[in-house]
């Protein structure tokens, strides 16, 4: 079974701050996915990325791509309490499953 | 457009009961993922069911098992329950598949076992 391991565990910090998130596998994989989950709520898709290098933009969050496609960041410019929330990575492991992330949770304090 | 609707929200067991839950997909989308999640092992995968078909399975006791119907709703099924089964167990549901389409996921369903 392939990981997805994320760093850090936890992070907190204040309205304002620049915050990155990873995620790291020894696998290659041919897309990765970042979702947010919220308490009480189930994963709500944010970003794809499919080429190695690729960088995507959503706002002030800033998705990258590893050149070898078996890592990826996520960065919070800016960071708003809204951000709080548990950050998944995922990957597709065969042709019908997804594997998260081991997740990064993010509070975010005014 | 309707999305993933898991039910019940929440649910109460006893150890050794079974329990049924069931997810309607958004509709048009004909692959169903079920996964649990909790804090110490984050989501883990149970099954995907594509046309009625369960494709994939994760590791899990066969005490965890699931089915889809031609309308694509699906359910799972836990038997004899135990307490380490108590978590948050997440429906997904997508137009073919996991791979590189991304998931849209229900609330999902609170299940304590006591």
């Known amino acids: 079974t392939q990981l997805l391991e994320q760093s850090p565990q936890f992070l907190s910090i204040q309205e304002g701050e620049n915050l990155t998130v990873y995620c790291n596998s020894s696998?290659?994989?041919?897309?990765l996915q970042w979702y947010r989950q919220e308490p009480g709520e189930g994963p709500v898709l944010l970003v794809t990325v499919v080429t190695g290098g690729e960088v995507k933009k959503l706002k002030r969050l800033t998705f990258q791509f590893g050149d070898a496609r078996k890592d990826s960041s996520l960065h919070i410019t800016a960071a708003q309490p809204g951000d709080t929330g548990l950050y998944l990575c995922a990957a597709p492991e065969d042709t019908d499953k997804l594997i998260f992330g081991t997740g990064t949770r993010l509070q975010v304090f005014p | 457009k309707a999305g993933v609707t898991q039910t019940p929200r929440y649910l109460i067991k006893t150890r050794g009961q079974q329990v049924t839950l069931s997810c309607s997909p958004i509709s048009g989308h004909r692959s169903v993922s079920w996964y649990q999640q909790t804090p110490g092992q984050g989501l883990q995968f149970l099954f995907e069911?594509?046309?009625?078909?369960?494709?994939n399975k994760g590791n899990f006791p066969g005490r965890f098992s699931g089915r889809q119907f031609s309308n694509s709703r699906s359910e799972m099924n836990v038997s004899t329950l135990e307490l380490g089964d108590s978590a948050l167990y997440l429906c997904?549901?997508?137009?073919?598949?996991?791979?590189?389409?991304?998931?849209?996921f229900g609330s999902g369903t609170r299940l304590t076992v006591v």
């Open positions: 997904a549901s997508s137009h073919r598949g996991g791979l590189g389409y991304g998931y849209t």
């Open positions: 696998s290659v994989f041919s897309s």
């Open positions: 069911y594509f046309s009625e078909t369960q494709r």
